[in-house]
């Protein structure tokens, strides 16, 4: 700016030439141009722009073209602002100052709003009058918004009902809002201070020394559920988010705690886990009655007695498709899953089973569960499964949008395969499950290698109907 200064054509300005200016003018250039902190001169009843080196960034794009020019047309965006602080300094010889002072600029980034911290000083001339106004300002922009952000945060942590504490890296609490107060029963003046090892449950303490040891390494700490200890002894559930706090550095030099009462979302789990497992028991005794009352039914001969036994498999076949979906949430499973539940009668040595990790809604379940005892009680009496060294491929794969699966079930090693002369129950009750009950399409292969079944389905058969 020196350079800049020097080299300009002052005489063309109200100014006058570089030789011809008063020693006082001279002085404040100097000393603005001598200082590190960011300084523009207004001169004259126009207001000439005079400035140095850390005011020049400042400016944006305005530089370096606003040197030696009027305020008015370089500032025009904020003149109506800038120029009553100026001329109270040019008119009345008081010096004017201002923290976070926001003004509204443009500079080449678009309109925006910034802040100052400012101080707009006279400099008099030999005859006593203010010949120009020395603005020393110091941008704090960036300053104001992380003061508002943290001010906001700080709103944030005390009216939330989380409970967020803070601890340093040797477990002190550093920090502890209204949340931690009403969770576990301690005003900050008590906590702050103590370890944060009094809210661990005492079998629980090694469980916080490996979190602050991953914390205090950089890694990553996943939310967890755990339990905390309240003032009175008792015990809560939370869920637990922990973040590291950085120092000015850039080192780890403490961590950051939310946690979140979760006492009513156990409550229902546990409610939940009993009301399944009535429900699993009632499902069971139903199934155990109509089993009783087939036996009693079909007790006059052998073929009577065979057919109660078929029928008794597969109400056993049904009862293990419900214990898949009583393990899980009743509306679905993974489906290797039920595969693996449905084919427990047989050893797991004859079957060859791939295929990604999906779920399939209830109504899947139950009917691929059903197909499945039916495929393997045929392959155990006629097919694959009948001798040694037979057994079962099954793989499925999903279709492109991922509504649908398509699954094989293929059967090597077996006897020869001869195709019957009619559809036995079996087959039947496999067409209607797969291809009715799931909207899908089945195909059946009596080939001389071993029976195949190719089903492409709808992994939720109830969404489908429902549409």
């Known amino acids: 700016m020196a350079r800049l200064i020097g080299s300009f054509d002052w005489s063309r300005t109200s100014i006058g030439s570089l030789c011809e200016w008063p020693p006082y003018l001279r002085s404040a250039v100097d000393v603005m141009l001598g200082a590190n902190v960011q300084i523009v001169l207004f001169w004259g009843p126009q207001f000439l722009a005079l400035y140095n080196d850390a005011y020049a960034p400042t400016i944006g794009d305005k530089h370096p073209h606003a040197l030696g020019k009027p305020a008015r047309e370089y500032w025009a965006e904020l003149w109506t602002d800038l120029e009553p602080l100026l001329r109270r300094v040019l008119e009345t010889g008081e010096t004017v100052s201002a923290k976070d002072r926001p003004f509204y600029i443009e500079r080449g980034r678009g309109p925006e709003t910034v802040y100052f911290d400012i101080s707009y000083s006279p400099v008099h001339g030999d005859d006593g009058a203010v010949a120009g106004v020395f603005c020393i300002v110091n941008e704090t922009t960036e300053l104001k918004r992380a003061q508002d952000i943290e001010r906001q945060l700080a709103a944030i942590i005390a009216s939330t009902d989380d409970a967020i504490l803070s601890s340093d890296l040797d477990m002190t609490i550093t920090s502890w809002n209204r949340g931690a107060e009403r969770l576990y029963g301690y005003g900050a003046d008590e906590m702050i201070g103590r370890s944060v090892l009094l809210l661990i449950p005492e079998d629980r303490s090694d469980e916080e020394h490996e979190l602050f040891r991953k914390i205090s390494r950089g890694e990553h700490v996943p939310p967890y559920e755990t339990k905390r200890r309240r003032r009175d002894g008792t015990f809560v559930d939370v869920s637990l988010t922990v973040s590291p706090i950085y120092g000015g550095a850039g080192e780890i030099v403490g961590a950051s705690k939310i946690a979140r009462d979760i006492t009513g979302k156990k409550q229902f789990e546990r409610f939940q886990a009993m009301a399944l497992g009535e429900l699993k028991h009632r499902i069971k005794n139903i199934l155990s009655t109509v089993t009783a009352i087939a036996r009693q039914t079909f007790v006059n001969g052998e073929e009577e007695r065979a057919a109660a036994r078929t029928f008794d498999e597969r109400l056993a076949s049904l009862a293990r498709a419900h214990d898949v979906l009583t393990n899980g949430n009743w509306e679905e499973a ?103 009950e799931l909207r899908g399409e089945v195909r059946l292969e009596f080939a001389p290698s071993g029976l195949i079944c190719e089903v492409d389905a709808a992994r939720h058969a109830e969404g489908t109907e429902a549409s």
């Open 334 to 436: 993974d489906l290797r899953a039920v595969i693996d539940t449905a084919l427990q009668p047989y050893s797991p040595d004859r079957f060859q089973i791939s295929g990604p990790a999906i779920s399939v809604g209830a109504h899947t379940v139950t009917a691929l569960t059903l197909a499945f005892h039916e495929l393997a009680t045929n392959a155990a009496k006629y097919g694959a499964l009948s001798q040694d060294g037979g057994r079962v491929s099954i793989n499925w794969h999903e279709d492109r949008d991922a509504s649908r699966f398509v699954l094989s079930w293929k059967e090597e090693g077996g006897p020869n395969v001869i195709a019957p002369t009619h559809r036995g129950f079996g087959s039947k009750l496999i067409e209607r499950l797969l291809a009715s």
